[in-house]
């Protein structure tokens, strides 16, 4: 089964600023298996990059992927208000989905 | 636009069965192959673990270290699918949501979920 590990835990950046997530497999991925996911409190998940780089419908061009292998990457080119939650990268592969642990970006 | 809504008690003893059910609107989970319809949970504070899904041919996939106590169906007429959890524990306390989960276009994505909801388990 095939782990993600998603650092940092905790990114602390003050509006305007660039994050950068990354999240790292136990082993290499397809890349078109490789999704991020933005979940603020009190709500379900929301997709906002499939296929390591590709943009869900509605999601700002501020938010980026990229990656291949075993490291991928989110990146938020200059962060907003409502984007300072928890983020997740998931994959799927023999039919098992995982998701990472989760990237907090806080105010700093 | 779709929309999914989870239902059930929203506490349960130790070693009793959570039985939660997912009602889809605004689309058929027998309409398409592009879908699998899944339950993924959240303990509070803690992160995404995926459960389960189910086919609209009635094939199941589960979480390995889940499988001996979990069984998703479909009821069809009725647009729904649920979920059963056995012999649960307080390690079971979370958030439930479901989902559906895509593999159209050769992606796979989770674009549709529930609002969730919170199921304890306690003595």
């Known amino acids: 089964e095939i782990v993600l590990t998603q650092s940092p835990g905790t990114l602390s950046l003050s509006p305007g600023e660039r994050a950068t997530l990354s999240c790292r497999a136990s082993?290499?991925?397809?890349?078109?298996?490789l999704a991020w996911y933005q979940q603020k409190p009190g709500q379900a998940p929301r997709l906002l990059i499939y296929g390591s780089y590709r943009r869900a419908t509605g999601i700002p061009d501020r938010f980026s992927g990229s990656g291949s292998g075993t490291d991928f990457t989110l990146t938020v080119s200059r962060l907003e208000p409502e984007d300072f939650t928890l983020y997740y990268c998931q994959h799927y592969g023999s039919a098992l989905w995982t998701f990472g642990q989760g990237t907090k970006v806080e105010i700093k | 636009q779709l929309q999914l809504q989870e239902s059930g008690p929203g506490l349960l003893k130790p070693s009793e069965t959570l039985s939660l059910t997912c009602t889809v609107s605004?689309?058929?989970?027998?309409?398409?192959?592009?879908?699998?319809w899944g339950w993924i949970r959240q303990p509070p504070g803690k992160g995404l673990e995926w459960i389960g899904n189910?086919?609209?041919?009635?094939?199941?996939y589960y979480k390995p270290s889940l499988k001996s106590r979990v069984t998703i169906s479909l009821d069809t007429p009725k647009n729904q699918f649920s979920l059963k959890l056995s012999s649960v524990t307080a390690a079971d306390t979370a958030v439930y949501y479901c989902a559906r989960l895509s593999h159209s276009g050769g992606w796979r994505l989770i674009d549709y979920w529930g609002q969730g909801t919170l199921v304890t388990v306690s003595s």
């Open positions: 082993q290499s991925v397809s890349d078109s298996y």
């Open positions: 189910i086919y609209y041919s009635g094939s199941t």
């Open positions: 605004g689309g058929s989970i027998t309409g398409s192959d592009n879908f699998y």
